[in-house]
């Protein structure tokens, strides 16, 4: 399976980064990279759309935490999108589900972010023809 990771920049502050493949010990410096780089240039709410993730080991587990930990620190928050459940399962069973926020569509995860942000749900957003608008 190919492996990519993209972003698209929702607003000043929302960045959506997709994952499209596994994410194991040596593809997981380019999803930190990515992630690190929208935060630092101001997008403290994020989203990983994992929809097209195959699978997740623990390196990129820890990626994920570590990025939450830098938005946290900004006021921010990480959101993670997916409905496969290999990548359900790691989460599940190391605990990490308590850890970090999992909804299925990037709606959802627009929505939680608003629970840090209200103000983001006032202009709407759409992402690959999903309105994430949840007014």
Do not use: W
């Not at 080991?57 to 946290?72: E, N």
């Not at 909804?103 to 939680?112: D, G, H, L, N, S």
């Amino acid at each position: 399976m190919d492996f990519s990771v993209t972003y698209t920049h929702l607003s000043d502050e929302v960045a959506v980064v997709r994952v499209v493949g596994a994410v194991d010990v040596y593809r997981a410096p380019r999803v930190r990279e990515v992630l690190t780089g929208r935060v630092d240039h101001g997008r403290n709410l994020v989203i990983v759309d994992m929809r097209q993730t195959a699978s997740l080991d623990a390196t990129g587990l820890g990626v994920l935490v570590g990025c939450q930990k830098r938005v946290r620190a900004r006021g921010g928050a990480l959101v993670v999108v997916t409905r496969q459940e290999g990548v359900l399962r790691q989460f599940r069973s190391t605990g990490m589900a308590r850890v970090l926020p999992v909804r299925p569509t990037v709606a959802q995860a627009v929505a939680e972010l608003a629970r840090v942000r209200p103000a983001i749900l006032l202009h709407p957003l759409e992402l690959d023809g999903e309105s994430v608008q949840v007014l």
